[in-house]
């Protein structure tokens, strides 16, 4: 025993007090009520007293009259101790001490007078007895024991056969057989079977008999038999032992058990007279045999399946046939009645689920309901239990069905009157009858709509404890449709009615529930049943013969097979089509057309199974090469976005698996939203849209629709509604939204870690394009209050959601747009006021009302900093106007309008349609067309009131507080390029957006330097770019391009669109715009030079990114160029340049890298097809200058106008972007600006640069020379002006042109030769522009920090450094110059080395315009007078110099330093010592004089004695270079480079070389 009852203590303490304990210890076990436990505690408690004394603690007198005091406690003591001992005498006999043998048998002696012989001897063992002298001796006791039981168990008790007689028999068999149907009763019956035995000596078993036989044959009197056999009967045993004999009978080979024995044998079961146990093992065959024959039946199954899958030899598959054929012979061979299945069949149908169940339990799972007869019996039990809570709460409106009879028997199981007893019996026998419920179509569909009337009831239940109570009865209906429901669908053949019934209950499950069934009936079920092994392999065995046969020709036929299979084995077929599309991806459009044959449920299946294919964890989303996406998925996907369009499949699971992706970092299977969003939404994302296309885009969405997409996407009302729906419903729109926004990042730094840069870039893109495809359908599809209550503000989107800025303006632009359209109707209903001007107002009212708030939430985006430029309203106003509110697309329109109005006259053409359909077409093309035409209208109105109200705007939008290049700096960094490769549509409208600023005449914003930001230095740009945003980049700068080059096309436009715009003016830091000084705009033909520069610069970094060798560049630089073809290159030398490189890549990459060998010829065949219309760079812009006046066309390009002024303390302040960006435009003003100063200052000027590359001293004798030469250009300058008036902008300056033609002239006396230098030094100039802008932008920062010191000197000095303004770099010794001359080659591929000076003189220019912010009026002096003056000037200007230079030195040294840090390479410093350091020297020459502003008069001298010093100055010019720069003019011929550049400038020697 494992627990001591009895403490050691008692025992040690015996007589003192262990005794008294003890006895109080059994009076309280016998006070307590007799139990088990009771028994137990009392077993115990004697045992180990008696052992205690056994092992001799304890004396046996004084045990045994303990013992004998016990034994009166309760009556059955006495059995309880025998029991004991019985105990004990086993124990003791086993043990090998003697002793305590010895003390038992003394113990039991002592004990004789408590416990009666009769049970000692029924218990103890023969020897123990015999010990004891209870019986004499163990072997004659042991034979006596033999014998009694062969008497009473195995002996027949004799009747006397002879005695009995056969007319007693025949009285029974008569008794029994008589008609039940009146006032007879089993009583009466019973009372004259004991006479006929008691008179006729019948034998009572062979009585019992003949009734059972009689009762066989009569078993539906049930009634009449049970309870005369249950009066009969005096023992279980003996009946069951009959029964089972009649059993026995039955089991031939051939025998065949007749069901009315199988029914008694029930009906005695159900009434509990005899036990299922006693009878069970009279049945045959064994349980053993069961088990094997059911293994048996699975491995078959198993084979079956693997011979439908593998591939068979014809000659295997006549074997195959044999084998077959003698299996089959083998089961003809009938086998034995399976008496088991009989006796249940049996029970079931009278109702006795109990011993049914326990039969059931004895064998293997569904191997009893898998014989059609149990289970139909099964199923008609079910159908009696849940007959009146179905009649109750499921039967459907207008449906009969046959009443049923309920069982009359009293143990049968209780009918279900509510859904609580469902769960009594109901959900049991489902369980058993598993997939067999397929035997009985009609309970299947009472079943499933007892489940659907459940849930009805389970959704609208609204107290939490009964719906608490009806969560375990949902958790059974889930069960019964996994184990029942959906495996027993798989074995009905084709039946779309259960499908459809099925789906009416399956749809109130959430989607979660029903795609873990779809997983377990796919995954699970068909492995666990025989019979769905084999249907599995036939499903799959016929999907693959239809789909071998699928083609787009017999669609229809095939669907209906692929519906007929489907209906019963979704999963199966599904699983294996899907396969199939993986692989060949031209099966999608046939597969899609033959799903339409398909049922509800096998829709919502089809969502399932594809959810599951795409997160096989199995298949990889890559490629083997890693750098793109694995075909499969794109399949699949396409997929997806046909079928869910087509077909109404619920998107919940698909949608929700997306974000849970991206939820977890993986970007991949955006490529199923994407497609989704295309088909269902007819809202397409793709960057190679055509112009027309994109145009329409810009519209409104009728237009969109029409002209804005590839295909012609109609009837996507629906399925958009649909995909609306279930964004809507499961709330996913702002959380897809936002999980693609920090996606994009995330592709980049979390997700592309270690993948390869094409694939990173790829998946940047298609997360990118998905978001703003996405993005559109929400804008398109949602109401304005959907989409106001779930996207937050933009503040909100960027500090909390971490949104990138661009998609969070990208997502609230669309609220903002419905949010002022809602307000202006508002406004427009509180005054009824229909004019225009009450309109705008309105609109405008409504704009600042929802705006403000924005204004100050974008304030939290940015720095501080920023807004000292940049207006908040500027930066809203910009992210949230789109295409639409700027321009209003009218070709667009009037091209679908047009295509409509050509429909139609189609329609009426077409003689073979039938009239009703051509009144359709007709009527909805009309409907189109007027559809267009008032949206058209609508957006007229819309971009008038936007235009007005930005016009309104315009003056608050840039404060400018540091320099306009700060602002420009930031509009571009935070508007612009996150803007333009946002979207395609985005990328015209940050060109467009540009050009309305400029349009709207906006202060503080130079046009000039944007454009020149913009076209610059773009390789940075290019080379972060992915694919699809260089596309996007390359169409912003195309637009760029196409409005510089309108401007640049046409001098008329030039004029009226730039000519009096503040946007072109040259004072960067001018803070307004008086609009009436032309001299600080940029003027038509130093335009056209800008416009050249930038078309160089854009050569240099396409030539640089091609020569990189990185793919990103090439691939990238590719695309932008082909993007900007139609506008770039015009310039032929550029156009070659290009040619020559991508030729060049053509050969490198056509065997490595096969996609920048395609993109690369492609470009390559389209820029040869430009070729004629490229024009040659002097037709581009004028490198001989037009025939000017005396004053501005002598001036503008002569070689003398390049030194530095002195600048004013807030121009010098400005940085060195700005300088550079504009140096090229600034050289118009210097030309007006110095043709109305002082003579004197130009011949300063001139000496200065003809001395300053070679011995850099002034040269005495130039004084006469330059006066004559002055006089004589002057003259001859003149005389052209009044041949050509206005032939230039300069020439329309105004009244100061006037008095100068008033001015008589001596130009005959100008020399041709004269003319003709100065014309080759203009040609040289103009060259010059494109190759010294690197090193101009280093030396103009010096020259403006220089300077700023000498503003001080006042305005005498400003006057001297306006002239100084007119000078020219000129050539250098030849070590210096070739030198510089090859480097540069090398870096520019170019040829002008004297653009340089053409640049500084822009900005010489520009400088000088902008002192002229400092008046100095002065009187009119002598001309005499003025020569005087212009000599000593230039005296005072060469000793200043002198004096500066050291000082000058220093501070280049230290601005050279400065400018490192800015990344200037090596050849732009060289550049800037060279042509920098000797200007910057001639820019202190200059001496006070009088103001820019003198009177007419003045301005018109001072014009005579210029031109005379330009003249003058052209012939020392061009004896500076002499032989030695001739000689390396040849060897850079010979080296066959662009020789343009270099002719002109040896030209220009030589004329030099001559002078000296």
Known sequence: MAALILPTDWIKNWDKSGKNEFLQFFQDLAGKPSSDEFVKDLQTALYELCWHVIQGNLKVDVA??????????????????????????????????????????????????????????????????????????????????????????????KFNLLREENEGYAKLITELGQDLSGNLTSHLVLENIKSLIGCFNLDPNRVLDIILEV???????????????????????????????????????????????????????????????????????????????????????????????????????????????????????????????????????????????????????????????????????????????????????????????????????????????????????????????????????????????????????????????????????????????????????????????????????????????????KNETYGNHPLLVKIKAQTVDRAKYIMKRLTKENVKPSGRQIGKLSHSNPTILFDYILSQIQWYDNLITPVVDSLKYLTSLNYDVLAYCIIEALANPEKEKMKHDDTTISSWLQSLASLCGAVFRKYPIELAGLLQYVTNQLKAGKSFDLLILKEVVQKMAGIEITDEMTVEQLEAMTGGEQLKAEGGYFGQIRNTKKSSQRLKDALLDHELALPLCLLMAQQRNGVVFSEGGEKHLKLVGKLYDQCHDTLVQFGGFLASNLSTEDYIKRVPSVDVLCNQFHTPHDAAFFLSRPMYAHQILSKYDELKKAEKGNRQQQKVHKYIAACEQIMAPVHEAVVSLHLPKVWDDLRPQFYATFWSLTMYDLAVPHNAYDREVNKLKMQIKAIDENTEMPLNKKKKEKERCTALQDKLQEEEKKQLEHVQRVLHRLKLEKDNWLLAKSTKNETITKFLQLCIFPRCVFSAIDAVYCARFVELVHQQKTPNFCTLLCYDRVFSDII?????????????????????????????????????????????????????????????????????????????????????????????????????????????????????????????????????????????????????????HMVPENEFHQKEQPVRSATSGSLQNGPGNTGKPAVTAATASAGKAEEGAVEDSDKSKDKSQAAQKAASKNSTAANKVSSSNGSSTPNSTKGSKEKEDKEKTTKEKKEKKEKNPGSTPEA???????????????????????????????KKEEKSKIDGKTAEKEWSKERD?????????????????????????????????????????????????????????????????????????????????????????????????????????????????????REMSQEAKRRKDENGMSSSKHSKSASPSESPHSNDKDSSKRSKSTSKDKSDLAKPEKTSGGKKESRHDKEKSEKKRDSTGAKEEKKHHKSSEKHR
């Open 64 to 157: 045994a009259g303990l013992l004998a005091d016990v034994m009166e406690l309760r009556d059955d003591m006495p059995s309880v101790l025998a029991d004991v001992f019985c105990i004990l005498d086993i124990e003791t006999g086993c043990l090998e001490e003697k002793h305590k043998r010895d003390h038992f048998t003394q113990l039991v002696g002592a004990c004789l007078i408590c416990v009666p012989d009769g049970m000692l001897k029924e218990r103890l063992d023969p020897e123990t007895l015999e010990s004891l002298g209870l019986i004499k001796q163990a072997q004659q006791f042991n034979q006596k024991i033999v014998k009694i039981k062969t008497k009473l168990f195995y002996k027949q008790q």
């Open 215 to 521: 009762y066989e044959c009569r078993w539906e009197q049930d009634e009449f038999f049970i309870p005369l056999i249950k009066s009969y009967m005096c023992e279980h045993q003996t009946l069951c032992h009959m029964l089972g004999f009649k059993f026995k009978f039955h089991q031939e080979p051939n025998g065949e058990t007749p069901s009315s024995l199988y029914h008694i044998a029930a009906a005695l079961l159900q009434h509990n007279l005899i036990a299922l146990e006693d009878l069970y093992v009279h049945l045959l065959p064994l349980d053993s045999s069961i088990v094997e024959e059911h293994k048996r039946e699975i491995l078959e199954a198993k084979q079956i399946a693997r011979k439908l899958t593998m591939v068979v030899v014809p000659s295997e598959k006549t074997e195959d046939k044999e084998k077959e054929k003698e299996k089959e012979e083998e089961k003809n061979e009938k086998p034995p009645d399976n008496q088991k299945l009989g006796l249940l069949e049996a029970l079931l149908r009278i109702g006795d689920w109990q011993h049914a169940q326990s039969i059931m339990d004895q064998m293997p799972a569904f191997y009893a309901t898998s014989h059609k007869a149990i289970a139909i019996a099964l199923c008609q039990l079910l159908h009696l239990i849940v007959e009146p809570l179905y009649r109750r709460a499921a039967v459907p409106k207008g449906a009969k069905g046959g009443l049923m009879t309920p069982l009359r028997s009293k143990q049968a199981p209780r009918p279900a009157e509510r859904f609580d007893d469902l769960s009594r019996d109901v959900f049991t026998m489902l369980c058993y009858l598993g997939p067999h419920l397929s035997h009985d179509p009609i309970l299947f569909a009472k079943i499933v709509r007892l489940g659907k009337s459940f849930m009805k009831e389970f959704q609208s239940e609204s107290r939490q404890d009964t719906k608490d109570r009806m969560d375990s009865l949902l958790s059974c209906f889930l069960s019964i449709a996994d184990q029942v429901l959906l495996p027993s669908l798989s074995l009905m053949e084709c039946n779309a009615c259960m499908s459809e019934e099925l789906w009416g209950f399956f749809k109130l499950f959430p989607y979660q529930h029903r795609y873990r069934l779809y997983g377990q009936w």
């Open 1020 to 1172: 940075y740009t290019v080379a972060s770019c992915t694919e699809n945003e260089s596309r996007r980049y390359g169409r912003f700068l195309c637009c760029m391009l196409e409005t510089v080059t309108r401007w640049h096309s046409d001098r008329a436009v030039y004029e009226k669109e730039c000519g009096n715009y503040p946007g072109f003016l040259t004072i960067f830091r001018a803070s307004g715009f008086d609009g009436g000084n032309k001299a600080d705009q940029l003027d038509y033909e130093n335009f056209r030079h800008v416009v050249h520069k930038w078309h160089y610069k854009l050569t240099k970094a396409s030539v640089h990114c091609l020569e990189t060798g990185e793919y990103t560049h090439i691939r990238n630089i590719l695309i932008v160029l082909t993007k900007i073809l139609p506008w770039y290159p015009k310039v032929l030398n550029l156009g070659q340049a290009l040619e020559c490189r991508v030729h060049k890549i053509c050969q490198e990459e056509k065997e490595k890298r096969p996609d920048l060998y395609a993109l690369a010829m492609g470009y390559s065949g389209q820029l040869k097809g430009r070729k004629v």
């Open 1292 to 1322: 329309k300056a105004g009244g100061k042109d006037k008095q100068k033609e008033e001015k008589p002239t001596d130009s005959k006396e100008k020399t041709p030769k004269a003319d003709k230098d100065k014309r080759k030094d203009d």
């Open 1345 to 1461: 920090v220089s300077n700023d010191s000498k503003t001080k000197e006042g305005s005498k000095v400003e006057k001297s450094a306006g002239a100084g303004s007119m000078k020219s770099l000129v050539p250098r010794s030849e070590g210096v110059e070739s030198d510089r001359e090859q480097k540069r080659r090398k870096l520019d591929t170019h040829s002008s080395p004297s653009h340089s000076s053409a640049v500084k003189d822009n900005l010489n220019d520009f400088k000088d315009s902008a002192s002229k912010h400092h008046p100095n009026h002065s009187t009119v002096l002598p001309k005499s007078k003025e020569k005087d003056d212009e000599k000593k000037e230039s005296d005072k200007s060469r000793d200043r110099s002198n004096e500066r230079e050291k000082k000058e030195d220093r501070k280049d040294r230290k601005r050279d330093y400065s400018n490192s840090d």
